[in-house]
């Protein structure tokens, strides 16, 4: 009698477990649905009560006059250019300053390790004003040397981490030996380290394309002229232009921008969870 | 490490001071690139910005020593001082907490030998994936009074919805949900860290009779703190900075009820180029996100368990 209620107990349990993680998922996914829907009507149908889910005329319009109403061609042809040469630069000089990390001793190393640690937890704003007025000597304000320069300095102490991480788990003998074989250190960070963390660069990369991609903050701080806008201050631009009224263009051009984010995520899925499990593993 | 360097230092004496030192120009030649960024684009900009709370540097970067002048503003002048303070710390006390609760349940969940984890995982970190402009916009959107589908919803079970962002009361809650919306990646740091909770512990534990409850507060709860720890700190540095999406969705409004901290510092440098204030601004959140995770530190004694 006791056992067969416990048993009773456990399976209702189990179903309150899908239950919660299938109303979780609801609230995750149908925001998204909800965009697709409503990119896909017409004005009239947008503003329907009782809203439909299923659009009744579906229409394209929304993708080609949202797209015309700014240079949206052009704010992507810039993020492209941001984010690869920024992802570039990040991928390269992580990579290389947590090697030094990981396998070079000087006296300070243990002070400099401790201070990049800090770093990540230094709110930006401390930072960006006096950065602002040196970009602005060097006659870097609009443009997209704010964006990419500070990538190609070590990339983020997050992603050194990473690297710094990854590379301290690997056995020294591997260098050692290679070292005898007269390898230079150089070497044995390109043909012998590198090869060995492929999953680290590959969660680098894609997550530091994602987050060039959309990057808001630092190309409204630094970027000027409409010409060099990227899709995030387009978007911007183009909501507080159009806002309210024409919602049905918002959502497509919306869409149109996740896209690619999308993308990456679908085939680099694994990559992103790697690389987020790997941040958490030492607190 | 140190117990290393000292053992070989009696063994080598002058072959390992010829390693030692290739070892440490080698050491500064790969983390130059980092070094320079540090030297540059951090530890100047602290120094810079320190001195610069105490001018009244413009956009164009000249200005004079002006004393106390900028604190003397915030604390008498500027209307908006305490505002966008207690507005941003409001908004780090309704998060931060939620952020933890929220992802420590479902990654509970997530953890109890589930069928389609990988299905779920997915789902759960897509949002935190695509966060930016056109998520916030979208939920813009979903939150719009008459022909949102939150309030649609709502009317469904009868609730007559509010104005989420057009109304002082409801509207930094409604940035506090689109937050909560994008937790992704705290979710998966929290499932890594109770699947690395050994099952011997839960074995043994049933061998004693523990029930599932049970075990969740005894087994899993305080071997998950260093995890939580970490998500906590985190999250409360990144919840102090927001901006994005208060900015977007209600430029700060209504009544300034979604104006920041980091918005105020934003609007003050860049829009009204006063880069003296803006550095004022920029330490006292700098201070007191500090101080907060200094206490969340000191705290850490009492309530994370570590293992070994």
Same mark, same amino acid.
């Given at each position: 009698?006791?056992?067969?209620?416990?048993?009773?107990?456990?399976?209702?349990?189990?179903?309150?477990?899908?239950?919660?993680?299938?109303?979780?998922?609801?609230?995750?996914?149908?925001?998204?649905?909800?965009?697709?829907?409503?990119?896909?009507?017409?004005?009239?149908?947008?503003?329907?009560?009782?809203?439909?889910?299923?659009?009744?005329?579906?229409?394209?319009?929304?993708?080609?006059?949202?797209?015309?109403?700014?240079?949206?061609?052009?704010?992507?042809?810039?993020?492209?250019?941001?984010?690869?040469?920024?992802?570039?630069?990040?991928?390269?000089?992580?990579?290389?300053?947590?090697?030094?990390?990981?396998?070079?001793?000087?006296?300070?190393?243990?002070?400099?390790?401790?201070?990049?640690?800090?770093?990540?937890?230094?709110?930006?704003?401390?930072?960006?004003?006096?950065?602002?007025?040196?970009?602005?000597?060097?006659?870097?304000?609009?443009?997209?040397?704010? $964006?990419?320069?500070?990538?190609? @300095?070590?990339?983020? /102490? +997050?992603?050194?981490?990473? =690297? %710094? !991480?990854?590379? #301290?788990?690997?056995?020294?003998?591997?260098?050692?030996?290679?070292?005898?074989?007269?390898?230079?250190?150089?070497?044995?960070?390109?043909?012998?380290?590198?090869?060995?963390?492929?999953?680290?660069?590959?969660?680098?990369?894609?997550?530091?394309?994602?987050?060039?991609?959309?990057?808001?903050?630092?190309?409204?701080?630094?970027?000027?002229?409409?010409?060099?806008?990227?899709?995030?201050?387009?978007?911007?631009?183009?909501?507080?232009?159009?806002?309210?009224?024409?919602?049905?263009?918002?959502?497509?051009?919306?869409? $149109?921008?996740?896209?690619?984010? @999308?993308?990456?995520? /679908? +085939?680099?899925?694994?990559? =992103? %969870? !790697?690389?987020? #499990?790997?941040?958490?593993?030492?607190? | 490490?140190?117990?290393?360097?000292?053992?070989?230092?009696?063994?080598?004496?002058?072959?390992?001071?010829?390693?030692?030192?290739?070892?440490?120009?080698?050491?500064?030649?790969?983390?130059?690139?980092?070094?320079?960024?540090?030297?540059?684009?951090?530890?100047?900009?602290?120094?810079?910005?320190?001195?610069?709370?105490?001018?009244?540097?413009?956009?164009?970067?000249?200005?004079?020593?002006?004393?106390?002048?900028?604190?003397?503003?915030?604390?008498?002048?500027?209307?908006?001082?305490?505002?966008?303070?207690?507005?941003?710390?409001?908004?780090?006390?309704?998060?931060?907490?939620?952020?933890?609760?929220?992802?420590?349940?479902?990654?509970?969940?997530?953890?109890?030998?589930?069928?389609?984890?990988?299905?779920?995982?997915?789902?759960?970190?897509?949002?935190?994936?695509?966060?930016?402009?056109?998520?916030?916009?979208?939920?813009?959107?979903?939150?719009?009074?008459?022909?949102?589908?939150?309030?649609?919803?709502?009317?469904?079970?009868?609730?007559?919805?509010?104005?989420?962002?057009?109304?002082?009361?409801?509207?930094?809650?409604?940035?506090?949900?689109?937050?909560?919306?994008?937790?992704?990646?705290?979710?998966?740091?929290?499932?890594?860290?109770?699947?690395?909770?050994?099952?011997?512990?839960?074995?043994?534990?049933?061998?004693?009779?523990?029930?599932?409850?049970?075990?969740?507060?005894?087994?899993?709860?305080?071997?998950?703190?260093?995890?939580?720890?970490?998500?906590?700190?985190?999250?409360?540095?990144?919840?102090?900075?927001?901006?994005?999406?208060?900015?977007?969705?209600?430029?700060?409004?209504?009544?300034?009820?979604?104006?920041?901290?980091?918005?105020?510092?934003?609007?003050?440098?860049?829009?009204?180029?006063?880069?003296?204030?803006?550095?004022?601004?920029?330490?006292?959140?700098?201070?007191?996100?500090?101080?907060?995770?200094?206490?969340?530190?000191?705290?850490?004694?009492?309530?994370?368990?570590?293992?070994?």
């Amino acid at each position: 009698m006791h056992a067969r209620r416990a048993i009773v107990f456990r399976r209702m349990g189990r179903v309150a477990v899908y239950l919660i993680l299938i109303a979780a998922t609801l609230v995750c996914i149908f925001p998204f649905l909800w965009m697709v829907s409503t990119a896909f009507k017409t004005m009239a149908e947008v503003y329907r009560i009782p809203p439909t889910f299923i659009p009744r005329k579906p229409t394209l319009e929304n993708f080609s006059k949202g797209w015309g109403y700014a240079d949206f061609t052009t704010f992507t042809k810039n993020t492209i250019f941001v984010a690869l040469t920024a992802t570039l630069g990040t991928v390269l000089s992580s990579s290389f300053v947590g090697y030094g990390f990981a396998r070079f001793r000087s006296r300070l190393s243990g002070l400099l390790e401790t201070v990049l640690l800090g770093t990540m937890i230094l709110p930006v704003q401390i930072t960006l004003i006096p950065q602002y007025l040196l970009f602005h000597k060097l006659g870097w304000i609009d443009t997209y040397w704010p $964006l990419i320069v500070p990538s190609w @300095l070590g990339g983020g /102490a +997050f992603n050194i981490f990473l =690297f %710094i !991480q990854f590379f #301290k788990t690997l056995p020294k003998e591997l260098d050692e030996a290679a070292t005898i074989d007269g390898a230079s250190s150089f070497q044995v960070y390109t043909q012998i380290m590198l090869p060995t963390v492929r999953p680290v660069l590959l969660a680098v990369t894609v997550m530091s394309l994602v987050y060039h991609w959309r990057d808001f903050f630092l190309p409204l701080v630094y970027l000027n002229s409409m010409n060099k806008y990227t899709i995030s201050i387009g978007l911007q631009f183009f909501q507080s232009a159009y806002g309210n009224v024409r919602i049905g263009m918002m959502m497509a051009v919306s869409l $149109l921008a996740l896209l690619p984010v @999308l993308v990456i995520f /679908a +085939f680099a899925q694994r990559y =992103f %969870i !790697q690389g987020i #499990k790997l941040s958490g593993l030492k607190s | 490490m140190n117990a290393l360097g000292t053992a070989s230092r009696k063994q080598g004496g002058r072959r390992y001071s010829a390693k030692a030192r290739r070892d440490a120009l080698n050491f500064y030649i790969y983390t130059s690139p980092w070094l320079f960024g540090f030297l540059v684009l951090t530890l100047y900009p602290i120094v810079s910005s320190f001195w610069l709370m105490f001018t009244d540097t413009t956009l164009a970067g000249t200005g004079k020593f002006v004393g106390l002048a900028n604190w003397v503003y915030a604390f008498r002048t500027d209307p908006l001082f305490f505002t966008v303070f207690k507005n941003t710390i409001k908004y780090v006390l309704m998060y931060v907490p939620s952020c933890l609760v929220i992802s420590f349940v479902l990654a509970l969940l997530l953890s109890r030998n589930i069928k389609f984890l990988g299905f779920f995982r997915t789902v759960f970190y897509l949002p935190y994936v695509t966060a930016g402009v056109a998520v916030t916009i979208l939920w813009g959107w979903l939150y719009n009074a008459e022909v949102g589908l939150i309030n649609y919803v709502l009317s469904l079970v009868g609730i007559d919805g509010p104005n989420w962002l057009g109304d002082p009361k409801y509207a930094m809650i409604s940035i506090v949900i689109l937050s909560l919306w994008t937790i992704g990646n705290n979710i998966i740091i929290m499932l890594a860290g109770i699947q690395d909770i050994p099952s011997s512990y839960y074995e043994s534990a049933r061998i004693d009779g523990a029930n599932e409850l049970q075990c969740v507060f005894h087994i899993t709860l305080p071997l998950s703190t260093p995890t939580i720890y970490f998500n906590l700190v985190v999250t409360t540095i990144g919840a102090f900075q927001i901006f994005d999406q208060p900015y977007i969705l209600t430029g700060g409004g209504p009544m300034n009820a979604t104006y920041t901290v980091a918005m105020h510092m934003f609007r003050n440098a860049f829009e009204y180029g006063k880069m003296g204030y803006g550095a004022a601004i920029a330490w006292g959140l700098f201070i007191i996100a500090m101080a907060l995770t200094v206490l969340i530190q000191w705290s850490s004694k009492r309530w994370v368990f570590y293992d070994h």
